[in-house]
């Protein structure tokens, strides 16, 4: 078992067997939990509650939808419902217990309730671990865009249990592989070089260095959202490749898993640095080899450019009309793109089509 704390704030402890320790790191003062689980994750919600039960407390479960159908304002409805109709106060807990669209929308609820009540996460997915359960950031998605209402709220604690995996599809996990990939572009080139070495054993929850990809990918996110809670730029560096992946996802209505999303997003920042004179073809061509090596897309053949287009000027990094990127000077050096040209903007869009 390891620790990775998030600054001085709250800790992220990764292991195997970890589920009965969720009752441990609930605030003290906490006498009633609600359990938002997805619909397809009743098996570990229940251990969950039963752990809560028995520490004393009483514990609510609350199934919701699976995927990106859970992150609406009809769900979020009936889960404030819920809380009020227990009495929940704000001393009372939320426990999320699923992928990142649960913890999400767990972290958004805790965060709206009376102004704010405590949230321990536990995700069940790899991108969840590496990605949405860390770093305090919450919310829901609308028709206009994906999370653009939301809150900055973090938790009391993070338990990341890596049996969970275990169950977890296969191409679930290698969709959860770019967010841990993206961690190595923008930050720890181990990452990298760990993910080179035995593609195919990076993408078995039980592979030789999954264990280290994970942490080293929950330490990125952890060290970053410390410095800077609440994105006023060195947190942007995390949104790498999530321009032009959240535009794909919109477009094609959240039926794309979001780590595909990313990889393509990636790879177009990537041709987009290059046209910006910003980054050498040897980097973009690393981009498409190690992605396309673990099975991830390289590559976005669909899509209508305009669409593509109005739903990145929906993203929340962009200021007025002006769009803003995260791309790659080098790697593992980020900056920010602010008004990127029209030309740049389309070639590199036509360099991934190939």
Not at 160 to 178: C, E, K, M, T, Y
Not at 263 to 286: D, K, T
Not at 296 to 314: I, K, N, Q, S, V
Not at 322 to 332: M, S
Request: glycine residues 10%; hydrophobic residues 45%; proline residues 4%.
């Amino acid at each position: 078992m390891s620790v990775v704390s998030v600054g001085d704030r709250y800790d992220v402890t990764i292991g195997r067997d970890l589920l009965d320790q969720v009752a441990d790191v609930l605030p003290e003062q906490a006498e009633q939990v609600l359990v938002v689980h997805s619909e397809a994750l009743p098996g570990p919600a229940r251990r969950v509650a039963a752990a809560i039960t028995g520490s004393g407390r009483v514990a609510h479960l609350a199934a919701v939808p699976d995927a990106e159908a859970a992150k609406t304002a009809t769900v979020l409805s009936d889960l404030w419902g819920q809380l009020g109709r227990h009495g929940f106060t704000r001393t009372d807990a939320i426990v999320a217990v699923g992928g990142g669209t649960v913890t999400d929308l767990g972290g958004f609820l805790a965060a709206s309730w009376l102004r704010g009540v405590p949230v321990v996460q536990v995700p069940t997915t790899l991108l969840a671990m590496v990605d949405a359960a860390v770093g305090g950031k919450t919310g829901i998605n609308t028709l206009e865009g994906k999370n653009l209402v939301g809150a900055f709220h973090e938790p009391t604690a993070v338990i990341v249990d890596l049996d969970l995996l275990a169950s977890l599809p296969q191409v679930d996990f290698v969709a959860g592989l770019a967010e841990v990939i993206k961690a190595g572009f923008i930050v720890d080139t181990r990452i990298l070089d760990l993910v080179e070495s035995d593609p195919e054993g990076a993408t078995r929850w039980d592979g030789p260095h999954t264990e280290e990809l994970i942490e080293r990918a929950i330490i990125v996110k952890a060290e970053v959202v410390a410095a800077d809670l609440k994105e006023s730029f060195l947190r942007e560096i995390l949104n790498y490749g999530h321009t032009f992946g959240h535009a794909i996802e919109q477009v094609e209505d959240y039926r794309r898993r979001h780590g595909e999303a990313v990889a393509i997003g990636m790879v177009y920042a990537a041709e987009l640095a290059r046209c910006a004179g910003h980054l050498p073809e040897v980097v973009v061509s690393r981009h498409r080899e190690l992605l396309a090596s673990v099975g991830l897309p390289a590559a976005y053949t669909d899509g209508d450019w305009e669409a593509l287009l109005t739903a990145m000027r929906r993203d929340k990094k962009s200021r007025g009309a002006q769009l803003r990127f995260v791309v790659l000077a080098d790697i593992a050096r980020p900056v920010r793109l602010e008004g990127p040209s029209e030309d740049c903007l389309r070639a590199a869009f036509a360099a991934i089509q190939s």
